[in-house]
């Protein structure tokens, strides 16, 4: 196997000048479907995008490199990675991110180029069988010039108060080892598709260190605040892979589940406090270090006169914008009084992180029913 892989290496150049998504060659078989570049909450630069094997043999060790330009044409240094599923059946597509870890040289970036190099491969066996699938953008609208995700939502980004709507997108499921033995490192990952079907993003987690034959490990995703039309999912481990199709196509619609005018009495009756970092001990936490555990506190206030159920939805993302822990409680508060929230987290590594709180009437019934939270955590 060695020999075959080194002896097949074969090298693709791309101009992004001369990309068109879905305009396929036959003497390419592994293409750059699409790709873009974008700033994350930690202001690092990261070009983003997907592959599709067009061929008709597995290929795997994916390698995506951008050949960096700045505004003067110049080249500044490049920078590579592999793709998220590394190993690629006929048909199937996988996100890549390429981050510019220098933010001296990210941000000197006009323009760039994306070449691929791959091996061939093995192919892994379809053993992952996929189950009570969900996948649904919940839209709403906000009266007030200040909607209640503050200046996170697009709007208000963008530097417009119009009344624009609001909107998070969620799919989750359970995947489920169909081999006949433990498989390990099942990792998930979705590529999500604006209602246009264009490329907007993509999310990827590990959901299972081990898997045995027949046990299951479900996946759930979260994208605040744009809405999705389409989305593809692909789940990988060292011995199997899957990608998910419904009525044989691989970019699958997200359906619409509430579309709702809420008033302000509605955005606002539960409201949260910043969040703070505490110990054990419930002492302020002053700096979070990687492999020590940390309290995320909050405060929530009903500010209506009866009682609220509701649950509260904790999502944790990395700087490339993947999420690394969620959480959910469901949880009471009688009327005109205040609960005091804490989870713990022990973070993996250091960096950057984004924590959003989402408050939801179910997680059957996702309507919002109280303000959407966001904070920063830099972990050393």
Do not use: C
């Not at 929530?300 to 690394?324: A, E, R, W």
């Not at 009471?332 to 408050?359: M, N, V």
Request: aromatic fraction near 10%; charged fraction near 15%.
């Amino acid at each position: 196997m060695g020999s075959k892989l080194l002896s097949l290496i074969l090298i693709a150049t791309l101009s992004i000048s001369a990309l068109t998504y879905g305009n396929v060659s036959a003497e390419d078989p592994v293409r750059i479907t699409a790709h873009k570049k974008y700033v994350d909450s930690s202001n690092l630069v990261h070009i983003v995008g997907t592959v599709e094997n067009f061929g008709t043999s597995p290929v795997g060790l994916v390698h995506v490199t951008a050949n960096l330009l700045d505004e003067q044409g110049n080249s500044i240094p490049s920078y590579d990675t592999l793709t998220i599923v590394r190993t690629l059946l006929p048909g199937y597509v996988t996100p890549f991110d390429i981050p510019i870890s220098d933010r001296s040289v990210g941000m000197r970036v006009a323009s760039y180029t994306l070449s691929l190099s791959w091996s061939a491969a093995d192919p892994k066996s379809e053993k992952f069988d996929f189950s009570e699938i969900n996948a649904f953008t919940v839209t709403h609208w906000d009266p007030r010039t200040v909607g209640y995700m503050g200046s996170f939502y697009e709007g208000q980004h963008n530097g417009h108060h119009n009344n624009e709507p609001h909107a998070h997108t969620e799919t989750s499921g359970y995947v489920t080892n169909g081999g006949d033995a433990m498989t390990r490192s099942v990792k998930v990952a979705v590529i999500w598709y604006d209602r246009q079907g264009e490329f907007h993003g993509y999310d990827s987690q590990v959901v299972s260190s081990k898997l045995s034959m027949g046990e299951n490990a479900r996946w759930v995703f979260m994208i605040h605040p744009k809405a999705m039309g389409y989305y593809t999912l692909v789940v990988e481990s060292d011995d199997y892979v899957s990608m998910l199709k419904e009525n044989g196509e691989k970019l699958i619609p997200v359906y619409e589940a509430v579309e709702a005018n809420m008033n302000v009495a509605e955005l606002s009756s539960i409201s949260i406090s910043q969040v703070t970092l505490v110990d054990e001990s419930n002492q302020p936490v002053s700096s979070v270090e990687a492999g020590k555990m940390v309290f995320l506190q909050s405060l929530m206030k009903n500010n209506l006169g009866t009682k609220q159920k509701f649950v509260s939805i904790y999502q944790i993302k990395d700087s490339s914008g993947s999420p690394v822990m969620l959480f959910w409680m469901s949880s009471q508060i009688p009327a005109l009084e205040s609960l005091d929230t804490a989870i713990s987290w022990i973070p993996e590594q250091g960096g950057t992180y984004t924590l959003q709180i989402f408050l939801w009437e179910s997680l059957s019934h996702p309507v919002p029913v109280g303000e959407f939270a966001e904070s920063t955590i830099t972990v050393s």
